[in-house]
């Protein structure tokens, strides 16, 4: 399994950025029993979480600074997650990963995630 993040770079405050995040390797293995999730590092910070979704993606959880903001969905036939970011702000700038949960865990705590992606940088600019 090799996750591979895109959609990533630089855009404006209050513009719009959408990620993806797939098996690049087409491994044939199937994530549609798995929550997924989106986590971010921004320059000189940890990582934190940004959003999760069920493996049926009916459910959804977000980190507080990107609710009303942010939409996390998935497409299971194409074994893909997806992260559409609306009203970027400069606080957004990060890099932006993508991870499978372990079963159909879609916690907000990293150590839930076993395959991770290699991440996608996302400047905002003021």
């Known amino acids: 399994v090799q996750l591979q993040a895109s959609g990533g770079g630089l855009v404006q405050a209050g513009n719009s950025l959408r990620l993806s995040c797939t098996d690049s390797?087409?491994?044939?293995?199937?994530?549609?029993?798995?929550?997924m999730g989106w986590f971010r590092q921004p320059p000189g910070k940890e990582r934190e979480f940004v959003a999760a979704i069920s493996w049926r993606g009916g459910d959804t959880r977000y980190a507080d600074s990107v609710k009303g903001r942010f939409i996390i969905s998935r497409d299971n036939a194409k074994n893909s997650v997806y992260l559409q970011m609306n009203s970027l702000k400069p606080e957004d700038t990060a890099v932006y990963y993508c991870a499978v949960g372990r079963g159909s865990s879609y916690s907000s705590n990293s150590g839930s995630y076993q395959y991770w992606g290699q991440g996608t940088l996302v400047t905002v600019s003021s």
């Open positions: 390797r087409r491994t044939g293995r199937t994530f549609s029993n798995n929550g």
